[in-house]
Structure formats: C-alpha cells, structure tokens
Nanobody, 115 residues
C-alpha cells in the first residue's frame, strides 16, 4: 500500500509559476514510476508528466519546455515545476504512483490559471 499527499496548487496569473509536490508513504520501496495527471472541467484525465525508476521522464506535448518533473528519492517525493502557465493548464492535478503493478492516486490539487 502507498499513500499520497499532494500540495502546491492554487491561483496564478497567466505566465506565472507553481510547484506541485506529492509525498509518498507506506511501501515506497515498491514504486516503479511516479507521475502527474490532470483533469480539466468536462475533459478526460490525461497524463502530464511521468518519471520512472532510473530517472527517465516523459511529458505530454502541451507542457514540454514548460513543466519539469523530478523525484527526491530520499524524501519519497515527486515534484512538478510548472512555468509559463496558461489558462488551458487549469485543472485538478493528481499525483499517481505505480507500485508492483498497482496504481495509486492522490486526492488532487486544483490549479487555476486566470487573470
């Protein structure tokens, strides 16, 4: 079992930055991959960024060059640095980890990009 707690969402103006954090606890030694998904109103949940064991990362095209995912293994934390935010980035962001084939989700944190 893995438990996830997210933080860092909020309201930001277009062009601004936010950093999301997700702390994992429990059987963290079983984690293979960590990532962030988002779901905007009326849309399906989509993968934003993923980091797998070994450090390889993958991003959805719409955030490439603006968002950076990183992992602090010592703290069992995954971070999402979001720069140059756009109104279309507005969504609930969910932390996700894959551990021994099981997918775990955080409760989500709201990011609103608006002037």
């Amino acid at each position: 079992q893995v438990q996830l707690v997210e933080s860092g969402g909020g309201l930001v103006q277009p062009g601004g930055s936010l950093r999301l954090s997700c702390a994992a606890s429990g059987s963290t030694f079983t984690i293979n991959a960590m990532g962030w998904y988002r779901q905007a109103p009326g849309k399906e949940r989509e993968a934003v960024a993923v980091i797998i064991i070994g450090g390889r990362t993958n991003y959805v095209d719409s955030v490439k060059g603006r968002f950076t995912i990183s992992r602090d293994n010592a703290k069992n934390t995954v971070l999402l640095q979001m720069n140059s935010l756009k109104p279309e980035d507005t969504a609930v962001y969910y932390c996700n980890v894959l551990a021994l084939g099981v997918s775990y989700w955080g409760k989500g944190t709201l990011v609103t990009v608006s002037s």
